[in-house]
């Protein structure tokens, strides 16, 4: 960098910092959140706010620091980060900065899988959005899209599906009014997890072309990466028979990107199709669950117990009581952490198990209070399922 042969001065740090900066967010886009060229370029950019006690701009800096360690799965840095964040809101008063710091911790806690906390946290910088576009005390930048996305998921995490496909649906209407290309198909890209979630494999697969052929345009790896294995989800479900090599490409480019994050979501996905074999499907399981110890990336993991569960039934070797114990910790940990939607399937996958022992009276006990507990989005397919069962249990 050319900067380098200026005299070492105030001035000079002044400006290394702005450029750092902006490569940084130029490198996200072109690179990948998790380049390593991206994690430099911060962390430099951070040496030097600490040298010239900018703490404004720290924060800005400290938000590219935490996507960084976000895509790399590295949620105990994330979380690190989120509390700095609003450590420097408190000493500046800076409003935006405590946006963000509530924004950030948000979303670090979704991925420790605590989903109370976390809406918590998204509902306040929500809130603070809202009062500052009241008082236009600073601009919407991209919180308008990030902050709804995110809620959406975890609304839908905890069971409130309607209010979940709202705010998805407000993303995308903000993401498409947005002057940025990056949010834009960030909002885009987001509503295909809901969408999956969900179960809408129709409609996921229209989002998922749609994020290809934007992220295709404006050659952003990552997303393009998001979009493609999105895609593959959805033909694998709509019984397309190229869907299985699609998340496979899919899946290839984003580990190329060296991206982390959501990986424990992504197998967990694909071998719930038991795609080549059950021993397969297995691998990919226990992948998952190792990524999930491995990083305390949380947000899914209930999903891979019960999938451990059920994916075992087509093997040679199947358990019973290894399938229940399974199923059981599925239940549990989704119980703790408040994802009414997997407590739901792990329910599900638990009654189906006991009727077949012809246990049904216990499968009923266990399921209709769960699915009763649910008042909203009866229609959509986890609830459709779990009601199919119930009337099958009478």
Known sequence: MLISELPQ?????????????????????????????TGEAYARARRLCEDLGDTATLVRVGYGQYLYHLIRAETAQCHQVANEILSFAEKSGSEEARLLGHRTLGLSLYELGRFPAARTQLETAARLLEQSQKHRMFHRGDAGVTIPA???????????????????DLSVRESNASTSLHSRVFGLAHATLVSCLLREFEELQHRADNVCALATELDFPFLLAWGRIFRGISRLNLGHAD?????RDGLALYRRTGSKWGLPFWLANFADFAC?????????VQEGLEAVEATGERWYEAE???????VARFGTSFDDG?????????????????????????????????REQGRRVVARELLAPVYGSFSSGLATADLSEAKTLLVGLS
Do not use: C
């Not at 002044?14 to 886009?29: F, K, P, S, Y």
């Not at 891979?304 to 059920?310: A, P």
């Not at 229940?324 to 638990?350: C, H, M, P, W």
């Open 9 to 37: 001065n105030l001035e000079r740090e002044r400006r290394e910092l702005d450029l750092q900066t902006e490569l940084g967010r130029a490198l996200m886009i072109t690179k990948g959140y998790a380049a390593p060229e």
């Open 150 to 168: 995110w809620l959406s998921s975890v609304l839908a995490f905890q069971g409130h599906l309607d209010q979940a496909v709202q705010m998805r």
């Open 243 to 247: 869907g299985e090599q699609a998340m």
């Open 276 to 284: 080549r074999s059950a021993d397969e499907s297995m691998a990919m």
């Open 304 to 310: 891979l117990y019960r999938l451990r569960g059920t």
């Open 322 to 354: 290894l399938a229940e114990k399974d199923l059981l910790t599925a239940r549990r940990i989704a119980s703790e952490q408040g994802a009414g939607l997997l407590e739901l399937r792990a329910v599900v996958s638990l009654a189906r198990l006991w």
